[in-house]
């Protein structure tokens, strides 16, 4: 697949320093274009898949931009040789946490049985949960998280 892609960027630059791209090409509604997150353009029929391998897409090209036929006829720059891509972690959202909590409290996660201590990731954040101190927190049946009590 990466080199069908290749292989259209390197014709397309071609097409585009020959003067061969013509406006009706430039003028189709369906063309989408980007700039992905690495540098390299993307010009495609939708916006499924764009600048996949390429760490997503930076920035999509406005529609007056894509649409003029003297944005198409200048020629792309040729696709650089693609890595192979690394599955990159999704950032995850960190919620803020819930209010209530404060000295002496600990984040009991009501659906996992865990207690998070104050300044831990999950404090004040998991979906269901609610503030108690550490020995109500034990006392319901709730283990520290990563076995770690929050008092010593």
Known sequence: MKIKSMLLACVLSVAGSAGILNSA??????TVSATCNDGTAYT????K???SGHKGVK???????????AAAATPAAPAAPAKAA???????????????????????????????CEGAKY????????????AEAKAAGNRP????????
């Open 25 to 30: 090409m430039a003028a189709d509604a369906a």
């Open 44 to 47: 495609g029929a939708s916006k």
């Open 49 to 51: 898949g764009a600048c």
């Open 59 to 69: 920035e999509w090209a406005t529609a007056e931009a894509s649409a003029t036929p």
């Open 86 to 116: 690394t599955p990159a972690k999704a950032a995850t959202p960190v919620a803020a946490p819930a209010a209530g909590g404060g000295a002496g409290k600990v984040w009991v996660n009501t659906s996992s049985k865990v207690y998070h």
């Open 123 to 134: 404090y004040g954040t998991t979906k269901e949960g609610s503030y108690m101190t550490e």
């Open 145 to 152: 998280d990563h076995g770690k009590a929050c008092t010593k």
